[in-house]
């Protein structure tokens, strides 16, 4: 019996072992962390706004206000009448007409109406333009703080390895879930989005670099990131209809807690197979971070990255607001509106993940980042929520076909005219990500209430448009001389011991050479 629980121990140890080993675990790792921490991300897009616009409107009511009816004989009432146009200044019982002007009248009168019809209509509401910047700035400050966290993580992970940061990139986003659970204040909500950011920057670093080391194939390592960013996908997917379903039938706590669950599962996951207590650095020094940064095509890479999500950044805080103001939606259709996007961004991971090797990363990010323009142009012509499902799906389509051929092509460039090092490429990659979700919303909502939405949409379409072309620089990008060197010295050192495993060097050949010119 303990020979037999012995082989039994054995076999167990070599296939945790094995599953350790397993490349397609740690793709199933990193696509969980993705899909977590972009549900988290996008849960809160159709909340937010109507939490606080509600928070603010009871705020309002709250506040004291003078009587209807004064004691004094000489107080004035005004009552709008939805009928005549006509104002009615009351004196105690008697009531004179008076006239008002007409398209004044009229406008309140429809306010009033729509006010009292339906209580998710909020046309001609100026405190709701006044959240715009509001919900900007809080949906910002996750990625302001993921940009400023970002450079730090990249180096980190070449000393200690992507274990760890993976693993407390999991422990702050559980913390994160748990404050927007319950956190009924904005400065908390703040707080929160904020922490979140710095869970972000370890688990996506982290788990891009992880991918990039384990596939070195570049076909590979684009079939893989394509994978990995179907669970950023399904994230975004399931978050907003997750988030405004369960906001308008339950309430705001029981989203979070379902993620804090659900986070709870992935970190066991990650206990089990990556052993995130082990320090495990990078056996090569990798480039400095400010190297990388100075290489104009990398620069490039992440201007594409950047300014394709900053359209779909813009739109989060925006849209919702816009419809409310617009389209007197219910509140669960404020997160439906963001579906297709979020199927077609799915779609276009998985299409492109595959197609982009063949056909060109670099001509595949110019179609995408022209298309990302031309439906952002046309979101603003939409008049209910069945007009933005063609623009929005083509937003999400063409950025699925920037990212899935621009995150491969940074493990590229590094492997090309770098150190074969992942960690800071893809802490660069993570930044240009969080530039455009951290000034898309901090920016865009302060134009929408200055100049309005289309205008916002026409400046954002516009420039993806004119990046477009850039792109066709990574089209061959060159090798530097001194990785030229070093590619040159280890093909000949695999010649010399190809040879060599035929039973003959260099050497014996010059030598065998010189004896038969004698």
């Not at 080391?213 to 997917?237: H, K």
């Not at 400046?459 to 530097?480: H, M, N």
């Amino acid at each position: 019996m303990g020979a037999l629980d012995s082989l039994r121990e054995f076999s167990f140890l070599t296939w945790i072992r094995e599953r350790r080993e397993s490349r397609k675990l740690i793709l199933l790792i990193v696509f969980i962390a993705l899909l977590l921490d972009n549900m988290l991300l996008t849960v809160v897009v159709p909340i937010i706004p109507s939490y606080l616009f509600t928070m603010d409107d009871e705020g309002v009511s709250s506040t004291p206000t003078s009587p209807p009816f004064s004691s004094s004989s000489s107080s004035l009432q005004s009552i709008v009448s939805l009928y005549d146009n006509f104002t009615y200044e009351t004196r105690g019982l008697l009531s004179t007409p008076l006239p008002l002007a007409p398209s004044t009248a009229s406008a309140s009168a429809l306010a009033a109406a729509n006010a009292t019809t339906n209580p998710d209509c909020h046309q001609g509401d100026k405190q709701l333009l006044n959240e715009n910047v509001k919900v900007g700035l809080l949906f910002a400050s996750k990625a302001t703080v993921q940009l400023i966290t970002n450079p730090f993580i990249g180096p980190l992970t070449n000393r200690i390895g992507y274990q760890i940061p993976m693993f407390a990139g999991f422990c702050i986003m559980f913390l994160s879930t748990i404050m927007f659970a319950f956190s009924k204040s904005y400065s908390l909500l703040f707080l929160a989005r904020s922490l979140q950011g710095v869970g972000s920057s370890c688990s996506s670093v982290a788990g891009m670099g992880m991918l990039a080391s384990v596939y070195t194939d570049d076909e590979e390592r684009g079939n893989a990131i394509g994978i990995a960013l179907g669970g950023l996908a399904m994230g975004v997917l399931v978050g907003p209809p997750f988030g405004s379903v369960m906001y308008e039938f339950v309430g705001k706590t029981a989203p979070f807690l379902i993620l804090a669950i659900l986070a709870v599962l992935d970190g066991a996951l990650q206990l089990f197979i990556l052993q995130p207590s082990k320090v495990e650095p990078e056996s090569q020094t990798g480039t400095p971070l400010l190297t990388l940064m100075r290489d104009p095509y990398i620069l490039i890479a992440a201007g594409s990255i950047c300014f394709a999500n900053m359209a779909i950044a813009m739109l989060e805080p925006a849209l919702p607001i816009w419809m409310m103001e617009t389209m007197c939606p219910r509140k669960w259709q404020l997160g439906v509106a963001f579906i297709p996007a979020s199927v077609s961004y799915l779609i276009g991971t998985h299409i492109f993940g595959v197609m982009a090797h063949k056909m060109g990363r670099w001509l595949c990010s110019l179609i995408g980042m022209l298309l990302v323009g031309v439906s952002i142009l046309c979101v603003p012509f939409a008049k209910d929520i069945y007009g933005l499902i063609l623009p929005n799906f083509g937003v999400g389509f063409a950025i699925g076909m920037v990212d899935s051929s621009m995150m491969p092509i940074m493990g590229y460039l590094v492997d090309l005219r770098h150190v074969s090092v992942y960690g800071s490429v893809y802490a660069i990659a993570d930044v240009a990500f969080c530039m455009g979700f951290a000034l898309g919303p901090s920016a865009g909502g302060a134009i929408a209430r200055s100049i309005g939405f289309p205008a916002l949409m026409t400046i954002i379409g516009v420039i993806d448009i004119l990046y477009a072309p850039l792109c066709y620089f990574l089209r061959s990008p060159p090798a530097r001389e001194e990785k030229m060197a070093i590619l040159s010295d280890s093909n000949c050192s695999m010649k010399t011991r190809s040879y060599s495993m035929q039973g003959t060097s260099y050497q014996m050949g010059d030598d065998f050479e010189t004896e038969s010119d004698e």
